[in-house]
């Protein structure tokens, strides 16, 4: 243990608080209501059904969004098809390319309009929708602008086909970047969208449609259905639907691959995780426990990828979880408007029951949980930054998704044990390395069975680089070259 550093408690009140800095809201414009945008334009859902979307720092309606039922479905395919058909599968692709640049443009001129929106409607801190979330999806749009007429190419001596109407379903933990990434790829690829956000995050993705109508796309080649599961469930079951791609829990990954056997529609699936940090003793500590906060604190710990388990060497564990409550100490829950907030508000109260859920479930088990007790804004959704130590591999709170900036701690003695534990999970979407030895990076990284391993990092994303997961953490993969073939026929 660490005895230089007394394990006081940093009072904010009274101590070297940060002034408030809110980001300014006077340049972003919500509306009351949104519709459905089909074929071009905004239209009213066919039974006239709303539902409330609101911010969860705060609980209050932001707009009311429409609600699309199985005859609005119909409709969006059925514009997705005539776009398909009569246009986007017969235009040049370097025109294909230019549409996707204009949209990349436009993103990065209203980034700071949709940061604060994807701030307000999902509760994430704006710090991490304005230097993450926005750079991010424009960053996809210009990525895949550039494939869309080097197809050939990309799968030299094959000939790349589109596959015709997308079925886009994402998740509110980075909803105009899931946006992106399905979005970008599909049009590149010469494909048709009907893309459906989640219900607690509809807005970026209607302000999408915006820019989708000031770029001038083509009626019909992007349209976007807000709504329930059930909209989702229309989306994956319609017959004109060609591909599916959804990213969400595994619960409803499983849902989706029944509904889908049997049929010829292609389909990708982003699902759950439940990533182990492993840290060697040789790692550099400070630099591993910035790592830790980063992987699993990060945007509230809704991220698929988060390391929601840390795995340390024996001998510097005492150090490091020492390090870990004084660091958290340090971070700051609250308005996520606030530029100096650390951790924004949960997402919805749904998820803040399921989160609760398992911290009482963790104690129950045995586990011993440490809070830092800063209090939380009397309005809104919040969860303290949580660790749990004290755990074994049969733990829930180690084995599930908790989706919470909540941690799992175990410790190990030789390599072997810390990849034998790391891989003893269902999931495989991601992991990380922590140490000073190259050779035992490439070692460990080699036998960690998840998609992306970062090393002395955490939470790196770029579209050059493939996505996805081994066991229950999906089937396919995003972005880069490997995104491409998602939706493409290579004969
Ligand atoms: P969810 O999987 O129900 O929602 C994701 C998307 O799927 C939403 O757009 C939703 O409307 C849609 N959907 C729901 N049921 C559907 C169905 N039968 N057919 C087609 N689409 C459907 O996730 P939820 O309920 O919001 O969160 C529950 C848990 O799932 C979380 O606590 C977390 O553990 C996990 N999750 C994982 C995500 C990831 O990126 N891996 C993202 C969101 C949630
Ligand atoms: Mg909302």
């Given at each position: 243990?660490?005895?230089?550093i007394a394990p ?5 009140d009274t ?10 809201i006077?340049h ?5 209501q949104?519709?459905?945008f089909?074929?071009?334009?905004f239209?009213?859902?066919?039974a006239?059904?709303?539902f ?6 705060n609980?209050k ?8 039922g199985?005859?609005d479905?119909?409709?969006?395919v ?5 776009a398909?058909?009569?246009i986007w ?19 990065q ?11 307000v ?15 991010l999806?424009a ?12 197809l050939n ?14 079925g886009q379903?994402i ?14 790829p ?8 009907v ?6 995050t ?7 449609a915006?820019?989708?109508e000031a770029?001038?796309?083509p009626p019909g ?8 599961g059930s909209?989702?469930?229309a ?13 969400g829990?595994?619960n ?5 691959q029944?509904?889908?056997?049997g049929?010829?529609?292609?389909y990708?699936?982003e699902?759950?995780?439940?990533a182990a940090?492993i840290?060697?003793?040789d790692?550099?500590?400070?630099q591993?426990?910035?790592g ?10 809704h ?5 929601s ?11 490091v979880?020492?390090?870990l409550?004084?660091?958290m ?10 530029k ?7 997402n919805?109260a749904?998820q803040l029951e399921?989160?609760?859920?398992y911290?009482?479930?963790g104690?129950?088990?045995g586990?011993?949980?440490?809070q830092?007790?800063?209090?939380n ?7 303290q ?6 755990v074994?591999?049969?733990h829930?709170?180690v ?11 175990q410790?190990?003695r030789?390599?072997d044990?810390?990849v ?5 999970t ?6 990380g ?31 050059t680089?493939p996505?996805?997961g ?5 089937v396919g993969?995003?972005g ?11 004969h």
């Amino acid at each position: 243990m660490n005895k230089r550093i007394a394990p006081h408690k940093l009072n904010f009140d009274t101590g070297w608080a940060y002034s408030p800095a809110p980001e300014s809201i006077d340049h972003v414009h919500i509306k009351d209501q949104y519709k459905l945008f089909i074929g071009g334009k905004f239209v009213a859902p066919k039974a006239g059904k709303y539902f409330n979307t609101i911010n969860p720092a705060n609980e209050k309606v932001l707009a009311r969004v429409a609600q699309a039922g199985a005859t609005d479905v119909d409709r969006a395919v059925n514009a997705a098809r005539g776009a398909y058909d009569n246009i986007w599968s017969k235009m040049k692709p370097a025109e294909r390319g230019k549409y996707i640049y204009r949209i990349a443009r436009i993103i990065q001129e209203r980034a700071r309009e949709f940061a604060v929106i994807e701030s307000v409607d999902g509760g994430k801190p704006i710090r991490e929708a304005r230097d993450v979330d926005i750079p991010l999806a424009a960053a996809h749009f210009f990525y895949y602008a550039g494939w869309a007429d080097k197809l050939n190419y990309a799968f030299p001596c094959r000939t790349p086909q589109s596959l015709g109407v997308a079925g886009q379903i994402i998740p509110w933990n980075f909803p105009l970047l899931m946006a992106a990434w399905k979005i970008a790829p599909a049009l590149a690829c010469g494909n048709t969208v009907v893309l459906k956000p989640a219900e607690t995050t509809p807005l970026t993705a209607l302000k999408l449609a915006e820019v989708i109508e000031a770029a001038d796309l083509p009626p019909g080649v992007v349209n976007i259905l807000t709504g329930d599961g059930s909209t989702g469930a229309a989306i994956v079951n319609h017959d004109d639907v060609n591909k599916i791609a959804f990213t969400g829990s595994t619960n409803v990954g499983r849902i989706i691959q029944h509904a889908l056997a049997g049929t010829d529609k292609k389909y990708t699936l982003e699902l759950g995780g439940k990533a182990a940090n492993i840290i060697f003793a040789d790692a550099a500590i400070d630099q591993a426990v910035e790592g830790v906060v980063n992987a699993i604190f990060f945007n509230q710990g809704h991220v698929c990828c988060a390391g929601s388990r840390l795995l340390v060497q024996e001998s510097v564990a005492d150090e490091v979880v020492f390090k870990l409550k004084e660091r958290m100490q340090t971070l700051i829950v609250g308005d996520p408007l606030d530029k100096n907030t650390d951790i924004g508000a949960i997402n919805s109260a749904a998820q803040l029951e399921r989160i609760n859920a398992y911290l009482d479930l963790g104690q129950e088990e045995g586990a011993e949980m440490f809070q830092c007790g800063g209090k939380n804004p009397d309005k809104g959704y919040w969860c303290q930054p949580t660790l749990f130590t004290n755990v074994a591999q049969s733990h829930r709170v180690v084995r599930e998704e908790i989706f919470g900036p909540v941690l799992a701690i175990q410790t190990f003695r030789t390599l072997d044990e810390a990849v034998a534990k790391a891989n003893n999970t269902q999931y495989g979407l991601s992991g990380g390395i922590w140490t000073d030895k190259g050779a035992k990076i490439f070692n460990v990284g080699a036998k960690i069975r998840a998609g992306v391993i970062w090393a002395n990092t955490f939470n790196k994303f770029d579209p050059t680089s493939p996505f996805g997961g081994y066991k229950e953490s999906g089937v396919g993969r995003e972005g880069g070259m490997h995104g491409l073939s998602a939706y493409l026929d290579l004969h």
